[in-house]
């Protein structure tokens, strides 16, 4: 088990406000991961994946949105411009940190919400972030699947792994091979059996951690960013 503290960082324009990982060691690099919708930075699925890619070297930081925040509980504001600002605020939070090499590389990642909002922040910034971890990425509301939220994916030029559940209301298989095929960057997909949104299940509590620190490390080297 990692190493972790409450983090705190109010030198930016939006508090950065969560709990660090930080490995044995020199670090090689670091993830910034957030929440769902409807979740804070204490999500089982954070935690476990926090204390997953902190034990393979990354220094881990799992925060909450501006959004949460400001309230414990309930929706996203219909702005989403605060929450992309929380984000970028805490990866140059992460990049002042003491220990951590002025070159390693800066992964950027969420579930759900979280993972749409980092991809919109990097496709409007896309030298912010070495690559993307998106964790159950929204595709669409489960009961309008007319109406994509792909309308940044050509803009994104950032490398990014999807990691979906095949029982995943929010998007199919087949529905996310496609929508991939808008982005110009190298993505891949992570399909995880029986596994609904929220990824994490009793089954694959322990091997599901083990298969995302691998399959994102491959993908990042192949993707030229290790």
């Known amino acids: 088990m990692s190493s972790y503290q409450e983090f705190v960082d109010l030198s930016g324009p939006e508090a950065v406000r969560g709990f660090l990982h930080t490995p044995e060691g020199t670090s090689s690099g670091a993830l910034i991961v957030t929440h769902g919708a409807g979740a804070n930075c204490q999500a089982a699925l954070l935690v476990v994946l926090a204390e997953a890619f902190c034990a393979s070297g990354l220094t881990v930081l799992r925060c909450d ?22 984000l970028r605020a805490a990866v140059e939070a992460v990049r002042r940190l003491r220990g ?13 919400y979280g993972g749409r909002q980092a991809s919109m922040l990097a496709a409007e910034e896309p030298g912010l972030v070495d690559a993307l971890l998106l964790l159950s990425y929204p595709l669409h509301s489960p009961k309008r699947p007319e109406q994509l939220r792909t309308q940044h994916f050509p803009g994104l030029r950032t490398p990014a792994l999807f990691v979906s559940g095949v029982r995943d209301g929010f998007a199919t298989t087949s529905e996310m091979e496609a929508a991939r095929q808008l982005i110009p960057a190298r993505t891949e997909l992570l399909s995880v059996d029986a596994a609904g949104h929220e990824l994490i299940t009793k089954r694959n509590r322990e091997a599901l951690p083990r298969s995302i620190v691998e399959k994102f490390g491959a993908f990042t080297a192949m993707a030229g960013t290790v």
């Open 100 to 112: 951590l090499n002025s070159a390693a590389h800066m992964f950027l990642g969420g579930h759900s």
């Open 65 to 86: 949105l501006p959004f949460r925040q400001e309230r414990p509980h309930g929706p996203p504001n219909r702005s989403t411009e605060r929450d992309q600002a929380g």
